[in-house]
């Protein structure tokens, strides 16, 4: 079993099944706690419907009377190879905004399609919000292949269709899976149904696609703070990427400065050698290398280094934003001040057209392809490589206003 997680994001329409595929995934891993499933059965019973896998996700009970996914919903369930969390996103117009909080976070997709329907608005605003994002390991799954008799013609078609508009996008499904999620039927394991299929089952999709391993990445150690202890200037942080060693070379970013790594202090342990990914840690540096909050410690310096940032941010307050309204640039412990100077383009994500190229405006609820100018450089990295190091928050005022990815 691997220790770490695999984070997917499951992305369709409204009513394509999203919240049953995750239920189903549940039950046949069989990471479906006894409890949890007699509520289920008490709460089918209750509404006058057989035993719903949907409300595993749908925990809220305004959302089991109204049978929609309302917020970002977080599940694990574990195969043989790992354990995966599973992002439920919303398909409402209105819950989109809490569709891309939760697909930031998400190292592969899974695109639910309703083959009696088709693609349809939501599948094509979900399409561009996966190409924005940088996620490019997607796997497409043809849900309720039951109500169209389990036809390989009309498979085909909705295969044709969604392939199309994902390439024109930048994005190559890994596998396009027919299924029926209610049924259990090419969920975990194969039916005569669908004999025509060859391909892979959901979880063998699921298991074929790669995690991002940050730790086997380079160091990336954000200064937090740091602190005197009898006479010793110590830096604390956590440790976002690569090991970090005792007698190690490092640069200290943006400035690009040399040091070394003297000790590494950890709570209750003592002569510690070496901390890894996800460790919280305290550093002494030679000649205690004048860290500050807002340092990144690096093995290679691998960074990019720069006061001009491309990226691509969600706008989430009610207000617009206007070109040269002061903005302060968030990411990780650093902290710069700054303004967005070109819009490139934005749109409404509740549309697939572009709202306008080469604006002056952001709109409540848009997203924008923008650069960023800040007052001084910043070490940051391209979200697909380095997450933390490449995702951010744009606050005004005082209160966050935009959240983005580095691109």
Not at 252 to 258: G, Y
Request: some cysteine; proline content about 3%.
């Amino acid at each position: 079993m691997e220790e770490r997680s695999l984070h997917i994001v499951i992305v369709g329409h409204v009513d394509h099944g999203k919240s049953t595929l995750v239920g189903r995934l549940f039950y046949d891993t069989g990471s479906l706690p006894p409890e949890k499933l007699e509520e289920i059965k008490r709460t089918s019973e209750a509404l006058g419907k057989e035993l719903e896998f949907a409300y595993i996700m749908d925990n809220l009970e305004e959302e089991r009377e109204k049978g929609i996914t309302i917020d970002i919903a977080h599940t694990f369930f574990k195969t043989e190879k790992r354990r995966y969390v599973i992002i439920d996103a919303p398909g409402h117009k209105e819950f989109l905004k809490n569709m891309i909080s939760g697909t930031s976070q998400a190292e592969a997709a899974l695109m639910l399609v309703d083959v009696s329907r088709g693609v349809q608005e939501q599948t094509l605003r979900h399409c561009h919000i996966l190409s924005l994002l940088g996620i490019k390991q997607v796997a497409v799954i043809a849900n309720k292949m039951d109500l169209v008799d389990y036809s390989e013609q009309t498979f085909t078609k909705v295969k044709d269709e969604i392939i199309k508009v994902l390439e024109g996008l930048g994005i190559t499904p890994a596998f396009v899976i027919p299924i029926s999620a209610s049924k259990g039927e090419n969920v975990a394991s194969r039916t005569e149904k669908l004999s025509w299929y060859d391909g892979p089952t959901v979880l063998s999709a699921l298991d074929s696609f790669n995690s991002l391993v940050i730790e086997e990445k380079g160091l990336r150690f954000p200064v937090q703070d740091v602190y005197e202890i009898e006479g010793t200037k110590v830096a604390v942080g956590r440790i976002e990427a690569g090991v970090l060693r005792k007698g190690q070379d490092i640069f200290i970013l943006p400035q690009n400065r040399k040091s070394k790594i003297v000790e590494i202090k950890k709570f209750m342990e003592d002569g510690l050698t070496e901390a890894a990914t996800g460790d919280c840690v305290g550093l002494v540096v030679e000649e205690d290398g004048g860290l500050s909050r807002g340092d990144i410690l690096e093995d290679c310096a691998a960074s990019t280094v720069t006061d001009t940032i491309q990226a691509n941010i969600f706008w989430l307050i009610d207000s617009e934003y206007r070109l040269g309204i002061p903005v302060k640039f968030k990411c990780a412990t650093q902290e710069v001040n700054g303004k967005i100077e070109k819009i490139h383009r934005r749109f409404d994500p509740a549309s697939v057209e572009i709202v306008e190229k080469d604006s002056t405006i952001i709109k409540p609820a848009e997203i924008a392809e923008v650069q960023i100018k800040l007052e001084k450089p910043v070490a940051v990295d391209k979200f697909s490589e380095i997450p933390e190091l490449g995702r951010f928050v744009l606050e005004h005022a005082g209160h966050p206003v935009a959240g983005g990815i580095i691109i």
